[in-house]
């Protein structure tokens, strides 16, 4: 199986090698990273592995098999949400109100 360029991309975001440095190899188990980033509890990211998480969840981890996620997959995702985010602040409209103009803020 062949690495999409996206993918190759991916690996020189700030995002991405925080990930790597937080962790020290490009998977994670899915149990460590499932509420901090998924607002998730073990169980329930459990039950929705493989396709239903925000990304793709696989049985690796040597011979205990365990639900693992690719740190390439969770880094787009974290962009993607900070993107999504960042788009989201720049058009809603400005709350400021009169008090706040008059006070020089």
């Known amino acids: 199986m062949s690495t999409s360029p996206e993918a190759l991309d991916m690996t020189q975001t700030a995002t991405y090698q925080e990930l790597l440095a937080e962790f020290g190899q490009a ?3 899915l149990d ?3 509420e901090a980033y998924f607002g998730m509890s073990v169980e329930k990211a459990r ?3 493989p396709h239903r998480l925000p990304c793709n969840a696989f049985l690796g ?3 205990t ?3 693992r996620v690719k ?3 969770l ?3 974290i962009e993607a949400k900070q993107e999504l985010a ?3 602040a720049r058009l809603k409209p400005s709350l400021q109100t009169s008090t706040d103009l008059d006070s020089g803020y």
Do not use: H, M, N, S
């Open 71 to 73: 740190l390439i997959d």
């Open 86 to 88: 960042q788009r989201k």
């Open 75 to 77: 880094a787009a995702f």
């Open 47 to 49: 039950a929705r592995a």
């Open 65 to 67: 098999l365990e639900w």
């Open 61 to 63: 981890g040597g011979p």
């Open 32 to 34: 460590q990273i499932c």
């Open 27 to 29: 998977t994670v188990k």
